[in-house]
Structure formats: structure tokens, C-alpha cells
């Protein structure tokens, strides 16, 4: 495996640990944040945050994978 | 005709005529049909994406969860942005198969990684029977919007005749492009729709979004933790289900096929980076079912929640424009299901497995006049037997999600093999169909999809390891 696609998987897995298996300390409605029950606003923040993590993610390929062959016409 | 009827039935007529030109011009294939010709950019992908994803069921269903059983309804959150984080490593590597060896289904991937007809046959075949009863529910949707609507004075059958008559006019003329296109209006109405009513309605009974929570909670304390209203929707079983919905999203035949028409790799994961965003609005449907339950508590069915509280306070010509919104969002998503229907039975049971000698021409002309068969059999089963298909409904994202091992695993590693895939395939719905028609869904807290899924790929990688590939992934005749 590349050393990009390591990484890659890596910023991969926060959406994974913060909105799966991180969900059973997290169940409670106090402190309510912006309105919201903290559960709820736990489950939002990471939504939220998961692009940046993709994105990262994508970085992380574009600067240590091997160039990819691009099909594109 | 009420003004709320004259809106929804103009914007389903300006829709159907946006879609109508977006595909008519051009000279139609089959790779123009299916995939848009290999050609959509990262915007078009994007609304193709979130055509398929924001269904009625988006609309209607979130905050039916929300309303009837509180917090498990977050779940609806969740395992899109999951499965945007796993479409980002296997649509490229999907993509780069497609378009090195034209593939436009999900049962071509399949035949072209295991060399076998019969599994690209009877993927198809499956595919189909989860789709089926998906199209009715979007039907079912359409129909009780515009009844809604009309304060009953049109009949359910009525609505859904028509409207439905004019998705397939569009699905027919202009193929997969139409639909994406078509996607743009429906997108701006529902986020417009979902924004106005989201915020609107906390403020205009509690006074804010806080001030609705803190109400809730002292009226219903569990309503907002796991397990919420149900008694076995822990957090084990959300977290079983977002796994298995995060993975099985990609493999509805549909969304699937999106990776074929997109123009590269590269769109593919600029889309899935941008993607998780287009949850955020799901928020918004939640806090109008929360607000349901407060305002309008008792309703049985908690899917007329939306509705019912839209119509309890705004206007009519609103009412009429959440209506619209509601009956695009049903016929973008049916006109998608439809198309990839009926492209399965023409190229994958037709030409697959009955005659591989059959021309593209002919390939068209059917995958066209299934288009006609499926919808029929949608409006069929939407009309005479309403309540016959839920339960193909209730285990669909169950039963879609067993192609998982045989897609993932194909990917990346060697040794698997058309028996392997077939074996796990069998044990996986088989489990599906005894744990939940068995009434063992949830399955020891967690969700039943999730145990055969696991079941699943158990058993295809046990046998890839134990039984040898038995004609090496050579073509069969």
C-alpha cells in the first residue's frame, strides 16, 4: 500500500470513530450547545467536519502517491 | 382546483418539460441512456447524487422517525457521510473498470471480475426486486402529497396517474441526463422548503430551536437518547445500522451506476469530499417532526407529520410549494429507479442471459419499453395492493447491501471468485429473510442487515480461501 493511501485511510477512519463507535459516550442530552441536545450536536459537528477530513485525505494522495494514470479524454 | 394543486401539478409540468430538453437533442446510445455518456463533471454528479438521495422518504419518512421514534431517527444523518467516506476509495477504482471495459450496470462489474453470467444474471434479478418496491414508495409519496394537498378532493389514484404519466415521458426521452438536470429545480425547492419550515416552525411555536428541545425533553424526557421512543433501537443498533446502510448505500444499483457517469476519477472524489454536506439539511427535517410531536401529537402514521404541521400553519399557496417540492422529489428519484430497472432486465436478463448476440438498437428498444412495463408495475402495486410491497420495502437496504463482499472484496484482492461471491450472496439474503420476516430484527440489539451482511462476507471469504477458483475468473460460456 502507498504511503498516501495509508494516510489517506487514516483521516478516513474519524468519521468512522466519531459518529459509530464513539455514539455510546456521547448519549446524553446535557450540555445543549447551540440549541442542540448534545447528541445531537456531536452527530453535526462531525458531519460537518467530515470533508475536511476527506479533503485531507485527498491531499494526503495527491502529495505522496505516485501520480495516478488519468484517463480523462 | 385550489391554488395549492395549481402550483404542483405547474411545477411537475415545467419539470417534465426541463427534462425533456436537457436530453432531447442529442443522438441516444446506450452509454448515452445509462451514464450520460461517461461526461458529467463534479456539479452534475452532484445533483445526480443528491437526486437519488433526497428521497420522499428524506422528506416524509426523516421526520416520521423523528416524530414516532426520536432519537434513532439521527441515524438518517449518519450514514450517508459514512458512506461518502467509503465512496471515496472504491468509486474511482469502480470507475477506472468502467471505463476500460465500458461498463454502464452494476451486474456488468460483476460479470467482467468474475467471468460469470449467471452471477451478472442473478444480480440483476435482485437489484430489480429491491428497486420495485422502492419506485411504489416514491409512488405512494407523490400520491399523498397532492391528496394532501387538494384537502382530499382529488383521489389518490387520480394524482399519481397523472403525475406519473409525465415522468415517463421525461424518463423516455431524455434518459439519465434529463433526471440530473431536473434535479436542479428539485433541489433549490426542497432545500428552500425544508429551510423556511425547519427553522420556521420551532420559532413560531416555542420560540426558538432551543426553547423546542428543552420543551420536548420535559414532555417526553427519553425522546432524544438512545433508544428514543422504541425499545430496541439502542445505540448497538444505530451504530449496526449505520455501518450497514454506510456500506450498502453505494450498492443500490442506481447510486452504484453513478460512478459511470461521472468524466474521471477525479470528480468522483472532489463529489464525495462535498457530499457529507448535503446532510446538514437533513437537521432541519428532523426539527420539524420533533416540532410535530408537540404541536400535533396522536397522529398514527407519523409520515404525514410534515405535511400536516405545513398545513396546520402556513398558507396555502405554501402549502402548495412544500407540495411541489415533495412531488419533484418523488419523480426525480422514481424517473432514476425506472430508468436503471429497466436498462438491468434489457442488458443484464435479456442480453446477458437470453441472448448475447442481441444488438445495442435492440438492447435500447427494450431497456425503453421496460421503461413502460416498471413504471406500470409501480402504479400497479401504488393503486391495488398499497400495503403488498412494505415488506420487500423493509429488508431492501438489508437485502442491496449483500452485494458488498462481492463489489469491495473484487476490488482488492485476487483470490475471490464467482462461487464465493454466489455462496455468500445466498447466505446473506437468505439470513435477511429469516431474521426479519422472523420478526428478529433488531437480532440481539443489533441490526438484523448487519448480522447476515456479516454472515456474508464470512462465508465469502471462507469459501475464496477453501474452494479454488474453478475456472480461474475466465469468461464462461
Known sequence: MQKGTKYALLCAAVPFVTLAFALPFVNRVEPFILGLPFVLFWIILWVAMTPLALFAAYRCEKRFNLPEREDEE | ?477
Open chain 2, 1 to 477: 382546483m385550489n391554488i395549492a394543486l395549481i402550483i404542483i401539478f405547474s411545477v411537475i409540468l415545467l419539470s417534465s418539460v426541463l427534462g425533456i430538453c436537457a436530453g432531447g437533442r442529442k443522438k441516444m446510445n446506450l452509454e448515452m441512456w445509462t451514464v450520460g455518456g461517461r461526461r458529467f463533471g463534479v456539479v452534475l454528479i452532484w445533483l445526480l447524487n443528491a437526486g437519488e438521495i433526497y428521497t420522499t422518504f428524506t422528506f416524509l419518512g426523516a421526520s416520521g422517525w423523528a416524530y414516532m421514534k426520536g432519537a434513532p431517527a439521527f441515524y438518517i444523518l449518519i450514514y450517508g457521510t459514512l458512506a461518502y467516506t467509503i465512496s471515496f476509495f472504491i468509486l474511482p477504482v469502480i470507475w477506472r473498470l468502467g471505463k476500460k471495459y465500458s461498463l454502464h450496470t452494476q451486474p456488468d462489474y460483476f460479470i467482467h471480475r468474475y467471468g460469470s453470467r449467471y452471477l451478472g444474471v442473478f444480480v440483476a434479478i435482485v437489484g430489480v426486486v429491491f428497486i420495485i418496491p422502492y419506485l411504489q414508495l416514491q409512488l405512494k409519496g407523490l400520491g399523498l402529497i397532492v391528496t394532501e394537498a387538494s384537502n382530499k378532493t382529488i383521489g389518490f389514484n387520480t394524482a399519481i396517474l397523472i403525475s406519473f404519466f409525465l415522468t415517463s415521458i421525461f424518463v423516455f426521452t431524455s434518459g439519465i441526463r434529463g433526471s440530473a438536470w431536473v434535479s436542479v429545480v428539485k433541489d433549490i425547492m426542497m432545500i428552500l422548503a425544508v429551510g423556511i419550515v425547519g427553522f420556521g416552525v420551532p420559532y413560531i411555536y416555542f420560540g426558538g430551536i432551543g426553547n423546542m428541545f428543552r420543551a420536548l425533553i420535559a414532555q417526553h424526557p427519553n425522546h432524544l437518547t438512545f433508544p428514543g421512543a422504541t425499545a430496541n433501537m439502542d445505540t448497538l443498533w444505530v451504530m449496526s445500522t449505520v455501518l450497514l446502510t454506510g456500506a450498502g448505500f453505494y450498492m443500490w444499483p442506481t447510486i452504484f451506476a453513478t460512478a459511470f457517469s461521472a468524466k474521471s476519477a477525479e470528480t468522483i472524489k472532489r463529489n464525495a469530499i462535498i457530499m457529507p454536506l448535503y446532510q446538514l439539511p437533513i437537521l432541519l427535517v428532523l426539527m420539524v417532526g420533533f416540532t410535530a410531536l408537540l404541536v400535533i401529537p396522536g397522529l398514527k402514521d407519523g409520515d404525514f407529520a410534515f405535511l400536516s404541521l405545513v398545513n396546520k400553519t402556513y398558507a396555502p399557496w405554501f402549502m402548495g410549494f412544500v407540495g411541489a417540492a415533495g412531488a419533484v422529489t418523488a419523480m426525480v428519484p422514481a424517473s432514476i429507479l425506472v430508468l436503471f430497472a429497466s436498462t438491468l432486465i434489457a442488458k443484464n436478463v435479456y442480453q446477458t442471459g437470453l441472448n448475447p448476440r442481441a444488438s445495442e438498437e435492440s438492447v435500447i428498444r427494450l431497456s425503453r419499453f421496460m421503461v413502460i412495463v416498471i413504471m406500470g408495475a409501480g402504479m400497479a402495486f401504488a393503486i391495488y395492493f398499497p400495503n403488498a410491497l412494505v415488506d420487500l420495502l423493509l429488508i431492501g437496504y438489508n437485502g442491496v447491501s449483500q452485494f458488498c463482499p462481492g463489489v469491495v472484496l473484487g476490488l482488492f484482492w485476487r483470490r475471490i471468485h464467482a462461487g464465493a461471491v454466489f455462496s455468500g450472496l445466498v447466505t446473506g439474503l437468505a439470513l435477511v429473510f429469516v431474521l426479519v420476516f422472523g420478526k428478529h430484527d433488531p437480532f440481539m440489539g443489533l441490526n438484523a442487515g448487519f448480522v447476515a451482511l456479516a454472515a456474508n462476507f464470512a462465508v465469502t471469504i471462507l469459501v475464496s480461501w477453501l474452494v479454488p477458483s474453478a475456472q480461474n475468473s475466465a469468461p464462461r460460456k
